[in-house]
Every structure is written in structure tokens, then in C-alpha cells.
């Protein structure tokens, strides 16, 4: 079954960098577009960044500049990379794709952005 692990969150100060990590099974990873979330306490899920399947990047206003999304298909693996991360951007963090009628999401992972 489709099944999507992230990793790579934490406790990191104001202004710092954060590498994330997705890893994917039980689909085509290579053939599909992957799209990163985040997901704080009385918000709404935000959009941060997707990648097609050709490779190619989209992110929302709030991440250009400062975020690299990326792909390894030879790992099944998605990355994003963020900096100059600020305290509201403290979140649960997560991955996800779209295949056939709905989209599935890996748990998750907790990105806290504190001094």
C-alpha cells in the first residue's frame, strides 16, 4: 500500500535551515508530482512547494526564495529543503500525493522553530 515517511524535523533557532525527508513506497514515485504541506495547531494545511514528475518545482509566495524542493527517483525520496525558518512557521510537516481519486499523507513530522 502507498505509505509516505517523513523525517528530518526538529527544534531549530529563528533564521535557521532545515533539510526534510520523504520517503515513499507502494506507488510509481517517479511518475507521480509530490507536494509538501505543513500543518499548525488551529490553521489550515498550507501549501508549501510540489514537483512534477519531470522534476520540474512550483512553490507557494511565502517559500520562493528560500526553499529547494527536490527528488531522488533512484530513492523514492522527496526533500525539502527551507531557510531562515521564523517561529510561525512552527508545524507538523508533510508529504503527499495524489493518485487516482484522493491524496495520501505520511504522518508527519514536527519542525519547531524556537531560541
Known amino acids: 500500500q502507498v505509505r509516505l515517511v517523513e523525517s528530518g524535523g526538529g527544534l531549530v533557532q529563528p533564521g535557521g535551515s532545515l533539510r526534510l525527508s520523504c520517503a515513499a513506497s507502494?506507488?510509481?514515485?517517479?511518475?507521480?508530482?509530490m507536494v509538501w504541506y505543513r500543518q499548525a495547531p488551529t490553521k489550515q494545511r498550507e501549501f508549501l512547494a510540489e514537483i512534477t514528475a519531470e522534476g520540474n518545482p512550483h512553490y507557494a509566495d511565502s517559500m520562493k526564495g528560500r526553499t529547494i524542493i527536490s527528488r531522488d527517483n533512484g530513492n523514492n525520496t522527496l526533500y525539502l529543503q527551507i531557510h531562515s525558518l521564523e517561529p510561525e512557521e512552527t508545524a507538523v510537516y508533510l508529504c503527499?500525493?495524489?493518485?487516482?481519486?484522493?491524496?495520501?499523507w505520511g504522518q508527519g513530522t514536527q519542525v519547531t522553530v524556537s531560541s
Open positions: 503527499g500525493v495524489f493518485l487516482r481519486t484522493q491524496y495520501f
Open positions: 507502494g506507488f510509481i514515485f517517479s511518475g507521480n508530482t
